[in-house]
């Protein structure tokens, strides 16, 4: 009640009970994975309190199997095996709790739940090694050279199949300075091939751009480089597969008269301009 603002109400304070939950889900909800690979599934479970706030939290499946194990098996610690090339679903099962109330006490209600998600096991390249494709004169770009990549085994037929790389991070660029006019060169792009029938694929452009080249030299930066970790996968459907167990630098190198370029195995330099 308040005298001086003329107002005067009255209400009862709800019971409020214990959180509920959890709504499991796989994290991420799908896998890929190659034929004799494994991968390490995760999950998170939804919660909620008695105000219908959520929030995320852990979850632990008491059940996890694969609906074909002809495909991909997995274990009691959540690790997917890769058996056969093919799709199959991983599914969690798991016990939550929920909470509810009569307006004057609270009452618990346990109940079974489950998750599935999507497990695509394909065959991986177990290494590829890199040729040169020559320089970028044609396209304008003779400062920067092209590689061409062929995947291992021979055997394996990966025509058709989409490659992509991707940034682990930990890129350097010793050309760049503050206040410099070129942002700093020390990541992938993110590109994408498509392999073709000689298990191939490219061309991968590695070098510094002409116009960047005779920029720093002016700046006097030369000699410098740009180092550029480069992780490599091949999409298994429609889900990546690293496929590079270690991750080769692409290298640009700008000198006051050459300029190189490096990717994995190979190496090249030339007088430019």
């Known amino acids: 009640m308040s005298r001086s603002g003329r107002v005067a109400s009255s209400y009862s304070c709800p019971v409020c009970c214990p959180d509920s939950g959890p709504a499991g889900h796989f994290d991420p909800n799908a896998y890929g994975l190659s034929v004799d690979g494994f991968v390490y599934t995760n999950a998170h479970g939804d919660y909620y309190d008695c105000y219908y706030n959520y929030y995320l939290g852990s979850v632990s499946f008491s059940h996890i199997f694969t609906y074909n194990t002809n495909i991909a098996t997995v274990d009691g610690g959540g690790q997917l095996n890769g058996i056969a ?99 700093p060169f020390n990541a992938v792009t993110g590109g994408s091939w498509t392999v073709d029938s000689n298990n191939s694929w490219g061309p991968d452009y590695v070098g510094w751009l002409p116009s960047a080249v005779t920029y720093y030299r002016a700046q006097g930066r030369a000699p410098c480089e740009a180092q550029i970790p480069q992780r490599m996968d091949i999409f298994c459907n429609t889900r990546r597969l690293a496929y590079s167990t270690t991750f080769p630098s692409l290298h640009a190198d700008i000198q006051p008269v050459v300029v190189t370029s490096r990717r994995a195995e190979g190496q090249t330099s030339r007088t430019w301009p």
């Not at 096991?121 to 590689?147: F, L, Q, R, V, Y």
């Not at 062929?150 to 010793?174: H, Y």
């Open 85 to 183: 090339v093919g799709s199959t679903d991983v599914e969690g099962d798991y016990t939550y709790l929920e909470w509810y109330n009569d307006g004057m006490d609270c009452y618990q209600y346990y109940g079974n739940g489950s998750d599935t998600a999507p497990v695509d096991t394909c065959t991986a390249p177990t290494s590829e090694t890199t040729t040169s494709g020559g320089w970028a004169d044609s396209e304008g770009n003779p400062t920067i050279h092209k590689w061409i990549q062929t995947l291992a085994p021979s055997t394996t037929n990966f025509a058709g199949r989409v490659v992509s790389e991707a940034n682990p991070g930990g890129g350097q660029d010793t050309c760049h300075f503050s206040g410099s006019a070129i942002s």
